[in-house]
């Protein structure tokens, strides 16, 4: 298929998302099902138009998950507006801890004992999808930075956090088969892969993005310098906390939600102490300063457009950067959405579906996923009805992907990549369908029992 072919089927799909995103939303349906049909379509399945192979194009297909969940990342901890102290964390905290723990060592029991897999690989697997999605779970996530659900909460941290915390399963898994260095009976593994790698991911990306968000609004506040172009700023400081944290051998991933995170934190303490300074009084979420304010500003800087005035405004500079760099990473992360599910569409045609088990998909969804949750739950202040919805929103989709092709291009053993490539693609495919299915009803009927209504 030529580029002018694909120019037209790729703004087709990006104008049919924009148009099309507040009808799904009321819809049993979701954009990702959308972008999967059509990654099928292009693939030999039914047009042709490409042939990708995770066993050949492993390495890009590796480059375009890693991106899309490092976008999805800092857009999560972005949302993440409770500070550590508030006891919301304790349930994102369990989940990605304790329940993802249980869920690899569960997949891990039923890839020896059912699938008939080598330690390694069930272990592998059980890292491969252990993790939540933070790119397809955008409709169980919080809304926004003032969305206090303790089920959106947790879900988005959770995603937020096991995307990093389940490598150290996948190189466990990857020692297990001779491909990764673990040291005598595991030293290196526990001391690097786990403590010191996951404590400096976090530690870097904390850093990074309270030293970055402080120095910008000094510019802006008092210098009334660096205004404009957050977009730069945001997609900055993933790369700078990702490339950090690799270049210290500890989890970008992590370091990523961390910077994202702690830029929320930088922007809530500024903007409380710009609302303790004289003058009017901040409005509820960091709202645009009143006519009165912008023509004191605009008098002071009359060089300064009326976006750059409210940038630079003592009270509002740290809200307006925050505001600014999620509704731009938003919108990227989207795009960036399209390409990997189309990606996977793309991909069904090669897999060898003789060696996907759905029953091991069933047992993932309905039996490894509540026990896991019920497990990291326990006496947790939670709903009988918010148990039962994190325990079935366990999406697996871009994440799971990237550690396959992370573990593929590793020099994994093809005959066993094609095992394990089927039964997680299988997982996924199940994942996307399914929960995209029930995401809206179940969603709706959440937020009516809540009295709360939902938004488009």
């Not at 020896?112 to 059980?126: E, T």
């Not at 593929?408 to 929960?435: E, F, K, N």
Request: net charge positive.
């Amino acid at each position: 298929m030529d580029t002018a072919s694909w120019s037209a089927v790729v703004g087709l799909l990006l104008i049919v998302m924009a148009l099309g995103d507040s009808l799904l939303a009321r819809l049993p349906l979701s954009t990702s099902m959308l972008y999967l049909l059509v990654g099928v379509a292009a693939s030999p399945l039914w047009l042709g138009w490409t042939s990708l192979s995770a066993a050949v194009d492993s390495k890009v297909l590796e480059r375009i998950a890693e991106i899309v969940v490092l976008l999805s990342l800092f857009t999560a901890g972005l949302k993440m507006s409770a500070g550590l102290g508030d006891g919301r964390w304790l349930l994102p905290l369990r989940l990605a801890i304790l329940s993802m723990l249980v869920t690899a060592a569960l997949v891990t029991v039923f890839g020896v004992a059912w699938l008939g897999l080598p330690l390694g690989a069930a272990v592998l697997l059980g890292g491969i999808l252990a993790p939540t999605d933070p790119v397809l779970a955008s409709d169980v996530q919080v809304e926004d930075p003032e969305d206090r659900d303790r089920l959106r909460f947790a879900l988005t941290g959770e995603a937020g956090l096991n995307d990093g915390t389940a490598y150290p399963i996948v190189l466990l898994g990857l020692g297990l088969l001779g491909l990764h260095d673990l040291g005598s009976s595991g030293w290196r593994w526990f001391a690097v892969d786990v403590l010191w790698a996951i404590a400096a991911g976090v530690g870097i990306g904390a850093l990074l993005g309270t030293a970055v968000g402080r120095f910008v609004l000094y510019l802006r506040r008092t210098h009334k310098e660096a205004v404009g172009l957050d977009n730069f700023l945001a997609l900055g400081l993933i790369g700078l906390a990702y490339g950090a944290a690799g270049l210290a051998h500890g989890y970008g991933f992590l370091a990523v939600f961390a910077a994202g995170f702690a830029l929320r934190r930088v922007e809530q303490r500024a903007t409380a102490e710009g609302a303790k300074r004289p003058g009017p009084r901040r409005r509820r979420g960091g709202a645009a300063p009143s006519p009165a304010e912008v023509a004191a500003e605009a008098h002071a800087n009359p060089d300064l457009s009326h976006a750059d005035q409210v940038a630079t405004h003592p009270k509002h500079a740290p809200a307006f950067m925050a505001h600014a760099m999620l509704s731009f990473n938003e919108q990227i992360e989207r795009i960036a959405e399209v390409a990997a599910v189309v990606a996977i569409g793309m991909l069904l045609w090669a897999v060898e579906w003789s060696h996907a088990s759905w029953a091991f998909v069933v047992a993932l969804l309905l039996v490894i996923r509540p026990i896991s949750v019920a497990v990291g739950m326990t006496r947790s202040k939670t709903s009988a009805s918010q148990r039962v919805l994190i325990g079935w929103f366990g999406i697996r989709g871009i994440g799971s992907l990237y550690y396959l092709m992370f573990a593929m291009s590793h020099g994994l053993a093809p005959a066993l990549a094609a095992d394990i490539a089927a039964l997680v693609l299988a997982s996924v495919v199940a994942s996307i369908v399914l929960h995209g299915i029930s995401v809206t009803p179940l969603m709706a009927l959440y937020e009516r029992r809540k009295g709360r209504p939902r938004k488009a």
